[in-house]
Nanobody, 126 residues
């Protein structure tokens, strides 16, 4: 599956952004999806993940209560709504997809994913 991430930009602390991950090329409902981010000089870290059927989601502690992941299988998209943004949320955000036969599983380790989008930059100013 090919992934295209979009929606990044510059926002002030406390603001909101909505990232989108558009999928093409394969049956999207066969894939669990995750969002990861990587800040300059830091390792890639897990942000949020959602199961194939959208019924299960998981968040990193650092974003819990502020970010919401959702998917629209009819439109082959996964969104990440980011509210109450903080300067420490500044990073390149990547969406990733994992082909799985289990509809209610999520993956939080980046090496478990099969496909990656190109990344979208989020900058939060203080």
């Amino acid at each position: 599956v090919q992934l295209q991430a979009s929606g990044g930009g510059l926002v002030q602390a406390g603001g909101s952004l909505r990232l989108s991950c558009a999928a093409s090329g394969r049956t999207f409902t066969n894939y669990a999806v995750g969002w990861f981010r990587q800040a300059p000089g830091k390792e890639r870290e897990f942000v949020a993940a959602i199961s194939r059927n959208g019924g299960i989601s998981r968040y990193a502690d650092s974003v819990k209560g502020r970010f919401t992941i959702s998917r629209d299988n009819a439109k082959n998209t996964v969104n990440l709504q980011m509210d109450s943004l903080k300067p420490e949320d500044t990073a390149v955000y990547y969406c990733a997809a994992k082909n799985t036969g289990v509809p209610v599983i999520v993956y939080v380790l980046w090496w478990e994913y099969d496909s990656w989008g190109q990344g979208t930059l989020v900058t939060v100013s203080s």
